[in-house]
């Protein structure tokens, strides 16, 4: 993986200065950590549709649903751990309970947090919010493909969770598509392995694409940036089309995408499936680099798992 | 020099070398990682005051079940703690270049399971007063006099836990928790005026039960005589306000909240510790 570059504060403060201008309804409220989320540009163009109601992600949340339930449109933001763990019951209960059209933005979000560490890095985000009836739950790999997810979450008419790393690479390499909600997309066609990613992990699927074949293990590559509604037809397609599956994020396998793969997979089409990300760990004080490579997200760690799971026999051995 | 005077003498030499130590430490730390030195100076001479002065405690002994407890419920403020501890020997000064570190002693966010010494983890804020009320009603079941003593930051008293856990200590009895509070007036994204003013908030506390005493935080001779009364009093938690400055004790760092998380130049920390060594604390 190429270090990620882009800011994706600069894209969020940019995205909603937009789609303030087009839209009276749209508001967005803080929870002190604005320099975080990039908010300020409109807060400068929209003052009266920008709230900052301090520390207090709980009154955060509710006060989203509240301006939802009065017709707004709210962009709420803090860190994903916050978002996730301390307004867990406002987004069950006064969000998704009610279908109120909240967007909810974690930013900071999994380990991106880096050095402010265990009590920081959110590793359950995705879990929390997937576990929400009625929440789409989108986790882009690119500063554009994030871009075009606050929009779309603006128009979607229900609520949304858009997980915000720190930072994203500007475009993934070989993209043939413009994000939509919904779909997965796939990078190859190689039939031995899929390998399901999401977030800033595709990056690092793609690159494993090259290690595998240099092993003579023939592999795809299935972008998730719709985490739910899942599109289960592509996965399952995958799976049936592939000898076996791998999925990585950079949160916990425990409801996260290896968890919701796994659901997936054994009811309707059970493969062999090894699941790559946080297993039982809290995040650790260090930079993204080493995170990744401590909790083995990395393009070697998917090839040693492809070659236990396919019994070292790729197809064009 | 009186016995008072000397009290507050000690406690002031030790508030400059936990200064000094916050800004080695916020230096050393070094321009990829950044920690929080802006509210950590802010507390320095309440915490002298409480590890130097007040508490009773064995650095020997860190687990001693009988010691008072500290809850740095601002956990992000964390080398203030960590200053303190390791002035009063709980650790080496060497441990220092760890802060932030991967396996380090010296986490980004108080952690009491590496560090000795730390009585509770803290970063996610908010959480501190319900833990130490929960210590506190322990002591008092076991019929045990040790205290705890909690310092919140004045934009952690945004966080609705705190005001669950003023609600419930005076109604549980508990005489022996201490809640001290951090107004430095500043925030992580500004002023707490401008963002949600906390005013009045002496009535706040006062109506939720609690015995309240406003000082100056960088006044020794106030603090110390606080933290009395509040060990004196009978029959209320005791909450005192303290008016403290935001990077205090360094000229070019107080009341600027670009210091609320930033690391000093090698430069920025000569110029420091020359400010630090001539200035004093008060
Ligand atoms: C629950 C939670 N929300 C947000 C943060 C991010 N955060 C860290 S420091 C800070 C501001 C704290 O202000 P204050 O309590 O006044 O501290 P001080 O001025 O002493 O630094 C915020 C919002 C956090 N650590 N925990
Ligand atoms: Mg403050």
Same mark, same amino acid.
């Given at each position: 993986?190429?270090?990620?570059?882009?800011? %994706?504060?600069?894209?969020?403060?940019?995205? %909603?200065?937009?789609?303030? $201008?087009?839209?009276?309804?749209?508001?967005?409220?803080?929870?002190?950590?604005?320099?975080?989320?990039?908010?300020?540009?409109?807060?400068?163009?929209?003052?009266?549709?920008?709230?900052?109601?301090?520390?207090?992600?709980?009154? %955060?949340?509710?006060?989203?649903?509240?301006? $939802?339930?009065?017709?707004?449109?709210?962009?709420?933001?803090?860190?994903?751990?916050?978002?996730?763990?301390?307004?867990?019951?406002?987004?069950?209960?006064?969000?998704?309970?009610?279908?109120?059209?909240?967007?909810?933005?974690?930013?900071?979000?999994?380990?991106?947090?880096?050095?402010?560490?265990?009590?920081?890095?959110?590793?359950?985000?995705?879990?929390?919010?997937?576990?929400?009836?009625?929440?789409?739950?989108?986790?882009?790999?690119?500063?554009?493909?994030?871009?075009?997810?606050?929009?779309?979450?603006?128009?979607? *008419?229900?609520?949304?969770?858009?997980?915000?790393?720190?930072?994203? *690479?500007?475009?993934?390499?070989?993209?043939?598509?413009?994000?939509?909600?919904?779909?997965?997309? *796939?990078?190859?066609?190689?039939?031995?392995?899929?390998?399901?990613?999401?977030?800033?992990?595709?990056?690092?699927?793609?690159?494993?694409?090259?290690?595998?074949?240099?092993?003579?293990?023939?592999?795809?590559?299935?972008?998730?940036?719709?985490?739910?509604? %899942?599109?289960?037809?592509?996965?399952?397609?995958?799976?049936?089309?592939?000898?076996?599956?791998?999925?990585?994020?950079?949160? $916990?396998?425990?409801?996260?995408?290896?968890?919701?793969?796994?659901?997936?997979?054994?009811?309707?089409?059970?493969?062999?499936?090894?699941?790559?990300?946080?297993?039982?760990?809290?995040?650790?004080?260090?930079?993204?680099?080493?995170?990744?490579?401590?909790?083995?997200?990395? $393009?070697?760690?998917?090839?040693?798992?492809?070659?236990?799971?396919?019994?070292?026999?790729?197809?064009?051995? | 020099?009186?016995?008072?005077?000397?009290?507050?003498?000690?406690?002031?030499?030790?508030?400059?070398?936990?200064?000094?130590?916050?800004?080695?430490?916020?230096?050393?730390?070094?321009?990829?990682?950044?920690?929080? !030195?802006?509210?950590?100076?802010?507390?320095?001479?309440?915490?002298?005051?409480?590890?130097?002065?007040?508490?009773?405690?064995?650095?020997?002994? !860190?687990?001693?079940?009988?010691?008072?407890?500290?809850?740095?419920?601002?956990?992000?403020?964390? !080398?203030?703690?960590?200053?303190?501890?390791?002035?009063?020997?709980?650790?080496?000064? #060497?441990?220092?270049?760890?802060?932030?570190?991967?396996?380090?002693?010296?986490?980004?966010? !108080? #952690?009491?399971?590496?560090?000795?010494?730390?009585?509770?983890?803290?970063?996610?804020?908010?959480?501190?007063?319900?833990?130490?009320?929960?210590?506190?009603?322990?002591?008092?079941?076991?019929?045990?006099?040790?205290?705890?003593?909690?310092?919140?930051?004045?934009?952690?008293?945004?966080?609705?836990?705190?005001?669950?856990?003023?609600?419930?200590?005076?109604?549980?009895?508990?005489?022996?928790?201490?809640?001290?509070?951090?107004?430095?007036?500043?925030?992580?994204?500004?002023?707490?005026?401008?963002?949600?003013?906390?005013?009045?908030?002496?009535?706040?506390?006062?109506?939720?039960?609690?015995?309240?005493?406003?000082?100056?935080?960088?006044?020794?001779?106030?603090?110390?005589?606080?933290? #009395?009364?509040?060990?004196?009093?009978?029959?209320?938690?005791?909450?005192?306000?303290?008016?403290?400055?935001?990077?205090?004790?360094?000229?070019?760092?107080?009341?600027?909240?670009?210091?609320?998380?930033?690391?000093?130049?090698?430069?920025?920390?000569?110029?420091?510790?020359?400010?630090?060594?001539?200035?004093?604390?008060?």
């Amino acid at each position: 993986m190429k270090n990620p570059r882009v800011e %994706l504060k600069t894209v969020y403060g940019e995205v %909603l200065v937009e789609l303030g $201008a087009d839209n009276p309804d749209i508001f967005v409220v803080e929870a002190d950590l604005m320099k975080a989320s990039g908010s300020k540009p409109f807060l400068e163009n929209y003052p009266d549709r920008h709230i900052n109601v301090g520390v207090a992600e709980q009154n %955060l949340v509710g006060i989203a649903a509240g301006i $939802a339930a009065a017709g707004g449109i709210p962009f709420a933001c803090t860190m994903a751990n916050f978002m996730a763990k301390r307004a867990c019951d406002q987004v069950a209960m006064s969000v998704a309970y009610n279908m109120f059209n909240v967007k909810l933005v974690g930013c900071y979000a999994g380990l991106t947090q880096e050095k402010n560490g265990g009590t920081h890095i959110s590793f359950m985000d995705i879990g929390v919010m997937r576990s929400m009836p009625g929440m789409t739950v989108l986790v882009p790999g690119d500063s554009e493909e994030f871009r075009q997810a606050v929009r779309a979450a603006s128009v979607f *008419q229900g609520p949304v969770y858009i997980r915000m790393p720190k930072l994203l *690479q500007g475009s993934l390499p070989g993209k043939t598509y413009e994000f939509e909600i919904g779909p997965c997309y *796939q990078y190859g066609n190689g039939n031995d392995l899929t390998v399901i990613a999401t977030g800033l992990a595709t990056d690092i699927a793609l690159d494993s694409l090259q290690v595998l074949e240099e092993a003579g293990i023939a592999a795809r590559v299935l972008h998730v940036p719709t985490i739910k509604p %899942l599109d289960t037809e592509s996965v399952i397609r995958c799976a049936r089309e592939t000898r076996a599956c791998i999925t990585i994020e950079d949160h $916990a396998t425990v409801g996260g995408l290896g968890g919701l793969i796994a659901e997936t997979l054994t009811a309707a089409c059970p493969v062999p499936l090894a699941r790559i990300g946080m297993q039982d760990a809290f995040g650790l004080t260090a930079d993204l680099e080493f995170q990744l490579e401590h909790f083995g997200i990395t $393009a070697s760690h998917v090839a040693a798992e492809a070659i236990r799971l396919l019994d070292g026999r790729g197809q064009n051995e | 020099m009186s016995k008072d005077e000397q009290r507050i003498r000690t406690a002031e030499h030790w508030a400059r070398k936990i200064r000094l130590d916050i800004i080695d430490m916020c230096c050393r730390v070094g321009p990829e990682r950044k920690a929080h !030195p802006g509210g950590a100076l802010s507390a320095a001479d309440i915490v002298a005051a409480l590890y130097f002065d007040k508490m009773r405690i064995d650095p020997d002994t !860190p687990q001693w079940p009988d010691r008072d407890r500290f809850i740095l419920s601002k956990g992000h403020t964390c !080398p203030v703690l960590y200053a303190a501890l390791a002035n009063r020997g709980y650790f080496s000064k #060497d441990l220092y270049g760890t802060l932030r570190r991967v396996d380090g002693n010296l986490q980004g966010h !108080p #952690d009491m399971r590496k560090t000795p010494g730390v009585d509770m983890t803290t970063g996610s804020l908010g959480h501190g007063l319900a833990a130490g009320a929960g210590i506190a009603m322990s002591a008092k079941i076991d019929r045990k006099d040790f205290r705890v003593f909690v310092l919140l930051g004045d934009g952690e008293l945004q966080e609705g836990l705190v005001w669950e856990s003023a609600m419930a200590s005076p109604r549980l009895g508990l005489t022996n928790l201490t809640v001290i509070i951090d107004i430095n007036r500043l925030q992580s994204g500004g002023s707490v005026e401008q963002i949600l003013p906390l005013h009045p908030l002496r009535e706040k506390w006062a109506s939720f039960g609690w015995n309240t005493i406003e000082i100056n935080g960088h006044h020794m001779e106030e603090i110390l005589a606080a933290l #009395d009364l509040a060990v004196l009093e009978q029959e209320r938690p005791t909450a005192i306000l303290a008016r403290t400055v935001k990077g205090k004790g360094v000229k070019f760092m107080e009341d600027d909240n670009s210091w609320h998380q930033r690391t000093l130049t090698e430069e920025e920390y000569c110029l420091a510790v020359k400010m630090l060594e001539s200035g004093g604390s008060a």
